[in-house]
Nanobody, 115 residues
Framework: QVQLVESGGGLVQPGGSLRLSCVAS????????MYWYRQSPEKQRNFVAT???????TYDDSVKGRFTISRDNAKNTVYLQMNSLKPEDTAVYYC?????????WGQGTQVTVSS
């Protein structure tokens, strides 16, 4: 079955950087659209960024210019490079795959931005 496993979260100071990874299995990764979402406590899950199978990318306005999404089809992995982190970026970050008409989610990785 399809499995998505995120990693790379942690505690970072404001202004710092982190790179999240999401490794996919059980699917044809190169043909899937991949997404990053985030969810803060008591808030809904919000879109962060997406990379299409073509490589085209889209970002939420709140992360434009600071975050970069990329994919490595040879490694079945999607990345989220996060720079200039702010306390309001604190959340659980989830990887999502949209493949053959279905959505698949990872378990999430916690990112905490605090001094």
């Amino acid at each position: 079955q399809v499995q998505l496993v995120e990693s790379g979260g942690g505690l970072v100071q404001p202004g710092g950087s982190l790179r999240l990874s999401c490794v996919a299995s059980g699917m044809t990764f190169s043909s899937a659209a991949m997404y990053w979402y985030r969810q803060s406590p008591e808030k809904q899950r919000n879109f962060v960024a997406t990379v299409a199978s073509s490589g085209a990318t889209t970002y939420d306005d709140s992360v434009k210019g600071r975050f970069t999404i990329s994919r490595d089809n040879a490694k079945n992995t999607v990345y989220l490079q996060m720079n200039s982190l702010k306390p309001e970026d604190t959340a659980v970050y989830y990887c999502e795959a949209f493949w053959r008409g279905y959505d698949y989610w990872g378990q999430g990785t916690q990112v905490t931005v605090s001094s």
